[in-house]
Protein backbone atom coordinates (compact mmCIF):
# COMPACT_ATOMS: atom_id res chain seq x y z
CA UNK A 1 0.00 0.00 0.00
CA UNK A 2 1.70 3.10 -0.85
CA UNK A 3 0.19 6.51 0.88
CA UNK A 4 0.48 9.91 -0.86
CA UNK A 5 0.35 13.82 0.73
CA UNK A 6 0.25 16.83 -0.76
CA UNK A 7 1.10 19.88 0.71
CA UNK A 8 2.28 23.50 -0.54
CA UNK A 9 -1.09 24.77 -2.05
CA UNK A 10 -2.61 28.39 -1.25
CA UNK A 11 -3.55 31.72 -2.85
CA UNK A 12 -1.38 33.58 -5.25
CA UNK A 13 -1.49 36.50 -7.00
CA UNK A 14 -1.60 36.25 -11.17
CA UNK A 15 2.00 35.76 -12.59
CA UNK A 16 3.25 34.79 -9.07
CA UNK A 17 4.74 30.98 -8.41
CA UNK A 18 4.06 27.90 -6.05
CA UNK A 19 5.81 24.88 -5.30
CA UNK A 20 3.55 21.74 -4.33
CA UNK A 21 5.23 18.74 -3.23
CA UNK A 22 3.93 14.91 -2.49
CA UNK A 23 4.62 12.71 -0.15
CA UNK A 24 4.69 9.46 -0.17
CA UNK A 25 5.24 6.71 2.35
CA UNK A 26 4.35 2.87 2.77
CA UNK A 27 5.61 0.33 -0.19
CA UNK A 28 8.54 2.34 -1.78
CA UNK A 29 7.50 3.68 -4.90
CA UNK A 30 11.15 5.28 -6.53
CA UNK A 31 9.92 2.61 -9.54
CA UNK A 32 6.78 3.88 -9.84
CA UNK A 33 5.71 6.59 -12.23
CA UNK A 34 4.46 9.36 -10.66
CA UNK A 35 2.50 12.13 -11.85
CA UNK A 36 -0.14 15.64 -10.77
CA UNK A 37 -3.43 16.11 -11.91
CA UNK A 38 -5.95 19.13 -10.81
CA UNK A 39 -9.65 19.20 -11.33
CA UNK A 40 -11.22 22.72 -11.55
CA UNK A 41 -15.17 23.45 -10.03
CA UNK A 42 -17.31 21.65 -12.67
CA UNK A 43 -15.03 20.39 -14.62
CA UNK A 44 -13.50 16.53 -15.21
CA UNK A 45 -10.07 15.92 -13.63
CA UNK A 46 -6.74 16.46 -15.98
CA UNK A 47 -3.35 15.43 -16.56
CA UNK A 48 -0.87 18.48 -15.22
CA UNK A 49 2.44 16.59 -15.70
CA UNK A 50 4.06 13.17 -14.99
CA UNK A 51 7.59 11.59 -14.63
CA UNK A 52 8.44 7.87 -15.12
CA UNK A 53 10.11 6.08 -12.76
CA UNK A 54 12.42 4.16 -14.82
CA UNK A 55 14.43 6.70 -16.77
CA UNK A 56 13.04 9.54 -15.08
CA UNK A 57 11.22 10.98 -18.43
CA UNK A 58 8.73 13.77 -17.79
CA UNK A 59 5.76 15.11 -19.36
CA UNK A 60 3.39 18.04 -19.01
CA UNK A 61 0.20 19.13 -20.21
CA UNK A 62 0.39 21.90 -23.35
CA UNK A 63 -1.32 24.62 -21.02
CA UNK A 64 1.71 24.05 -18.30
CA UNK A 65 4.67 23.52 -20.83
CA UNK A 66 7.67 25.77 -19.57
CA UNK A 67 5.72 27.15 -17.25
CA UNK A 68 5.39 23.96 -14.45
CA UNK A 69 8.39 21.62 -13.79
CA UNK A 70 7.81 17.92 -12.76
CA UNK A 71 10.79 16.41 -10.56
CA UNK A 72 11.81 13.52 -8.12
CA UNK A 73 13.57 12.93 -5.17
CA UNK A 74 13.65 9.03 -4.61
CA UNK A 75 16.03 9.36 -1.51
CA UNK A 76 13.30 11.38 0.07
CA UNK A 77 10.32 9.57 -1.48
CA UNK A 78 9.02 12.40 -2.63
CA UNK A 79 7.68 14.53 -5.75
CA UNK A 80 7.97 18.23 -6.25
CA UNK A 81 5.45 20.75 -9.26
CA UNK A 82 7.14 23.96 -9.03
CA UNK A 83 4.50 26.11 -10.93
CA UNK A 84 5.61 29.66 -12.05
CA UNK A 85 3.86 32.33 -14.20
CA UNK A 86 0.64 30.83 -12.48
CA UNK A 87 -2.58 31.94 -14.32
CA UNK A 88 -5.90 32.09 -13.12
CA UNK A 89 -7.24 29.40 -15.12
CA UNK A 90 -4.58 27.18 -12.92
CA UNK A 91 -6.73 27.78 -10.09
CA UNK A 92 -7.50 24.14 -9.08
CA UNK A 93 -7.19 21.29 -6.46
CA UNK A 94 -3.63 19.26 -7.10
CA UNK A 95 -3.62 15.80 -6.69
CA UNK A 96 -0.61 13.49 -6.61
CA UNK A 97 -0.95 9.93 -8.06
CA UNK A 98 1.22 6.66 -8.46
CA UNK A 99 1.15 3.49 -10.45
CA UNK A 100 3.33 0.48 -11.25
CA UNK A 101 5.26 1.74 -13.71
CA UNK A 102 3.89 0.76 -17.39
CA UNK A 103 5.46 2.45 -20.51
CA UNK A 104 2.63 0.59 -22.31
CA UNK A 105 -0.03 2.27 -21.31
CA UNK A 106 -0.61 6.44 -21.64
CA UNK A 107 1.15 8.34 -18.68
CA UNK A 108 -1.57 10.90 -18.94
CA UNK A 109 -4.68 8.99 -17.98
CA UNK A 110 -5.67 9.34 -14.59
CA UNK A 111 -7.46 5.75 -14.95
CA UNK A 112 -4.15 4.10 -14.86
CA UNK A 113 -3.41 5.00 -11.66
CA UNK A 114 -3.23 3.33 -8.34
CA UNK A 115 -2.76 5.59 -5.64
CA UNK A 116 -3.61 9.02 -4.98
CA UNK A 117 -3.40 11.78 -2.12
CA UNK A 118 -6.44 13.86 -1.05
CA UNK A 119 -5.56 16.88 -3.29
CA UNK A 120 -4.28 20.88 -2.31
CA UNK A 121 -6.39 23.61 -3.34
CA UNK A 122 -4.51 26.14 -5.20
CA UNK A 123 -6.03 29.82 -6.14
CA UNK A 124 -4.90 32.21 -8.49
CA UNK A 125 -6.24 35.71 -8.45
CA UNK A 126 -6.35 38.28 -10.72
Not at 41 to 53: L, N, Q, S, T, Y
Request: glycine share 12%; charged share 20%.
Amino acid sequence: QVQLAESGGGLVQDGGSLSLSCATSGRTVSNNDMAWFRQAPGKAREFVAGIRGRGGHTFYAEDVKGRFTISRDNAKSSVTLQMNSLKPEDTAVYYCAARRPNILSTIRDPAQYDYWGRGTQVTVSS
